[in-house]
Protein backbone atom coordinates (compact mmCIF):
# COMPACT_ATOMS: atom_id res chain seq x y z
CA UNK A 1 0.00 0.00 0.00
CA UNK A 2 1.28 3.37 -0.89
CA UNK A 3 -1.23 6.27 0.41
CA UNK A 4 -0.87 9.38 -1.25
CA UNK A 5 -2.76 13.22 -1.12
CA UNK A 6 -3.38 15.33 -3.54
CA UNK A 7 -3.90 18.75 -2.34
CA UNK A 8 -7.65 20.49 -2.64
CA UNK A 9 -5.75 23.38 -4.86
CA UNK A 10 -5.06 20.97 -7.46
CA UNK A 11 -7.97 18.25 -7.10
CA UNK A 12 -10.62 20.52 -8.94
CA UNK A 13 -8.00 20.66 -11.71
CA UNK A 14 -7.75 17.08 -12.46
CA UNK A 15 -8.62 15.82 -15.58
CA UNK A 16 -7.43 12.19 -14.71
CA UNK A 17 -4.49 10.12 -12.68
CA UNK A 18 -2.27 7.31 -13.63
CA UNK A 19 -0.96 4.76 -11.27
CA UNK A 20 2.38 3.39 -12.39
CA UNK A 21 1.25 -0.54 -10.78
CA UNK A 22 3.40 -3.58 -10.35
CA UNK A 23 1.44 -6.53 -9.03
CA UNK A 24 1.45 -10.33 -8.97
CA UNK A 25 -1.94 -10.93 -9.37
CA UNK A 26 -4.54 -7.95 -9.35
CA UNK A 27 -5.56 -5.30 -7.25
CA UNK A 28 -7.85 -2.77 -6.19
CA UNK A 29 -6.78 1.37 -5.76
CA UNK A 30 -9.24 3.19 -3.63
CA UNK A 31 -9.59 6.83 -3.59
CA UNK A 32 -11.23 8.57 -0.70
CA UNK A 33 -12.57 4.67 0.20
CA UNK A 34 -14.34 4.21 -3.72
CA UNK A 35 -12.86 1.88 -6.06
CA UNK A 36 -11.13 3.80 -8.52
CA UNK A 37 -9.44 1.30 -10.24
CA UNK A 38 -9.21 -2.59 -10.34
CA UNK A 39 -7.64 -5.29 -12.44
CA UNK A 40 -8.21 -8.92 -12.18
CA UNK A 41 -10.58 -8.57 -9.10
CA UNK A 42 -13.59 -10.19 -8.13
CA UNK A 43 -17.02 -8.38 -9.30
CA UNK A 44 -17.63 -8.26 -5.05
CA UNK A 45 -14.12 -8.41 -3.66
CA UNK A 46 -13.54 -9.23 -0.31
CA UNK A 47 -10.58 -8.77 1.93
CA UNK A 48 -9.19 -12.03 1.50
CA UNK A 49 -10.03 -12.54 -2.30
CA UNK A 50 -8.09 -14.03 -4.88
CA UNK A 51 -7.66 -12.98 -8.33
CA UNK A 52 -9.54 -13.78 -11.23
CA UNK A 53 -7.51 -15.47 -13.92
CA UNK A 54 -3.19 -16.24 -13.33
CA UNK A 55 -1.56 -13.23 -15.35
CA UNK A 56 1.84 -12.93 -16.96
CA UNK A 57 4.43 -12.66 -14.79
CA UNK A 58 5.56 -9.24 -16.61
CA UNK A 59 2.77 -7.29 -14.85
CA UNK A 60 4.79 -8.38 -11.32
CA UNK A 61 8.28 -6.88 -12.78
CA UNK A 62 7.21 -4.12 -15.32
CA UNK A 63 4.92 -0.60 -14.47
CA UNK A 64 1.62 -0.82 -16.05
CA UNK A 65 0.53 2.49 -16.60
CA UNK A 66 -3.42 2.33 -14.76
CA UNK A 67 -5.57 5.59 -16.11
CA UNK A 68 -7.88 6.28 -13.27
CA UNK A 69 -11.49 7.77 -14.18
CA UNK A 70 -11.74 11.46 -14.45
CA UNK A 71 -14.54 11.58 -12.26
CA UNK A 72 -12.62 9.25 -9.58
CA UNK A 73 -9.69 11.57 -10.47
CA UNK A 74 -11.25 15.29 -10.36
CA UNK A 75 -13.74 15.62 -7.15
CA UNK A 76 -12.60 17.13 -3.93
CA UNK A 77 -9.39 16.59 -1.94
CA UNK A 78 -7.85 13.04 -2.51
CA UNK A 79 -6.73 10.92 -0.16
CA UNK A 80 -5.63 7.46 -1.42
Do not use: M
Not at 30 to 54: E, F, I, K, R
Request: net charge positive; hydrophobic share 45%.
Amino acid sequence: RIPFTIAAAHAGKLTSLTLNVRCDAGFIAYVNGVTAYSYNCPAAPLWNSVASAVTDESYAVELQACVVSSAAAGAGPRRG
